[in-house]
């Protein structure tokens, strides 16, 4: 077995898993003001973006050959209410975001994808509407799919190649594809979260995103991470509701969903390398205790061989310079 190890130009005709950057896309943090760069504390080399910095970013991604950014949105504190109207609003911050980057060559060249939540622009912090109960409080799953529907309809119409609902609600996807296809926008493709996790690598995120609840958690609507099966159901459920192509997330605690869903489902498969897998890895890394550009190029070796056919990575730019 060694001969075929034994120079670099061998093990490279005979590496059976590939990369390249354009099955990278690049998260962003789109925020007001101008001239707004402001790094994450807990995402070293991640910053929360004004529209004309991300243009910039966008650029100079796609100068590399990154296949496409998503987009987040981080609007001011005091806009947020309890029912997320800035997520849909033709004056939201992604809504500016893509109006903006469409004017841009290298939105030509990559793909403008807009994630459909409703945590971001929520006072409470939740991805959904929020009632009082006997028990404390409930998600409203109903009155949720209906903004989260509308949020997409306001984002394709701003300009996003792609919506990607995020939220794990039940149903959302053949709401959002029926008014969307309603709006004149069925070609509009949906990357739908199928099998998000309840996972504590989203900690940076939430910081990135002012997102964190304010109260209980997200365990009645995202996923148990200890239920394979059940993420299988949550997938096919989504693909008959009308996703084009699925997302998983995390990436590297879910290697086995990947992989299950790659020999279960002959869809477009995409994973998200979450702010937790990303942060981990630059904090060893700035202590030396692993070399960092090892470790990244790894990771997403291994999240490519599960099966994933695209990652979502904060290390979209600093792989795909080193890919060449």
């Given at each position: ?61 796609a100068a590399l050959g ?204 995409g994973a998200y390398q ?51």
């Open positions: 077995m060694r001969r075929l190890r034994r120079t670099d130009p061998i093990r490279a005709m005979v590496r059976e898993t590939h990369l390249e950057p354009g099955a990278l896309i690049l998260p962003l943090f789109l925020c007001p003001g101008e001239g707004v760069r402001r790094e994450i504390a807990s995402m070293p080399g991640v910053c929360n973006l004004s529209v004309d910095e991300a243009v910039k970013e966008v650029e100079a991604a990154v296949g496409g950014v998503l987009l987040f949105g981080v609007p001011d504190a005091e806009t947020k209410d309890e029912e997320a109207s800035g997520a849909w609003s033709d004056d939201g911050i992604v809504q500016r975001g893509l109006r903006t980057l469409r004017q841009s060559s290298a939105a030509k060249r990559m793909l403008l994808i807009a994630d459909v939540c409703l945590c971001e622009y929520t006072s409470h912090g939740h991805c959904g509407v929020v009632r009082e109960t006997p028990e404390g409080f409930e998600v409203e799953n109903d009155t949720s799919v209906v903004l989260l529907a509308k949020t997409a309809v306001s984002l394709a119409k701003a300009g996003a190649d792609i919506v990607a609902p995020s939220d794990m609600m039940d149903g959302r996807v053949a709401v959002m594809r029926g008014v969307l296809d309603h709006e004149g926008l069925e070609q509009t493709p949906i990357l739908s979260y199928a099998a998000k996790f309840d996972s504590s690598f989203y900690g940076p995120f939430r910081e990135a995103a002012d997102s964190t609840p304010q109260f209980g958690d997200r365990r009645g609507y995202q996923m148990d991470g200890a239920n394979l099966r059940e993420a299988m159901r949550e997938i096919a459920l989504d693909l008959g509701e009308g996703a084009d192509m699925i997302l998983m997330k995390p990436a590297l605690p879910y290697l086995d969903v990947i992989r299950a869903a790659r020999e279960r489902f002959d869809v477009p498969i979450v702010s937790g897998e990303y942060s981990m890895l630059k904090a060893a890394a700035g202590k030396g205790w692993i070399d960092g550009d090892r470790a990244m190029m790894e990771s997403l070796l291994s999240i490519r061989r599960a099966g994933a056919g695209f990652i979502v990575t904060y290390f979209a730019q600093e792989a795909a310079r080193r890919l060449g």
